[in-house]
């Protein structure tokens, strides 16, 4: 099931051609004169004055110094061939006129069409992931950029390591026409989200979100239903979204977790979305938290 609006960082029609990517299938891939290439530096992006993605041609980023693991692979946007490249420093980019600066990712997400969102959070994760695991889990020795960086291998034990993603359930509990939010002691004052926690090993998502939302506010919850989820590239998120449901109204809150939490009518939520109360801040519409709220008032 999906959410009436596209889920942000998902949807890019990408091939990933994961059986393309021999050394001479990515050297041609490269010298193709359709091919492009975006700019990262340390997960920001690079971006024209407009706040879109800049996109270059790969061979214009030969001899930059460029970061492991060198040009990374995207994949086919239908036949053209898709790279990003992680540049070791900032000031490089200023080989590519003055009107270009790096951002960051949470800022883009809002202003990003659903495509080149999906881009940059798929380059960012990627990158992420290859920059906390450059050494082999297995021996220690430093591993390899493999396949146009869609994994690594290590020289020495010959173990192959592959991107993480972790899972996450993120869940909206709801007793009637109520539901609870609750704020990060890192938030500011008035801001709520769904609860959320990662998935421990031998866990289904179901379970997760059981055992989380008792950990943190007390409350048993009954039915958690699987709605919809969201790549998440902070770093390396899929965010679960859920329902699950509650006779319960008495919290105890593990103040380690959470600051607060509290219950929200729909008419609140409704109020917040269109702007005709300020009770609390909502996540942004790009957020999964968002759409799962709005898909439940909308109900
Ligand atoms: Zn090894």
Redesign the pocket.
Known sequence: MSPDTPIAFAGAPIDLAENQRTTEELTAFTKDKRAKAIVLNEGKILVGEDGKLIDLHPTALIGKNIYDPGPLFLGLDVDIPLFAFSLAAPEEADLFGDRVSFQSLRKLASMLGSHDLSLAGRAKSLFDWHRAHKF??????E?KPKSGGVSRR??????DHFPRVNPVAIMLVINGDKCLLGRSAAWPEGAFSALAGFVSAGETIEEACQREVFEEVGIKVTKPVYKFCQPWPYPSQLMMGMYCFTDETEMTIDTKEIAEARWFTKETIKGVFDGANTDFVCPPDFTIAHQLMKEWVNS
């Open positions: 082999c889990a297995m021996c220690g020795k591993s290590c020289p020495n034990c010959s173990t």
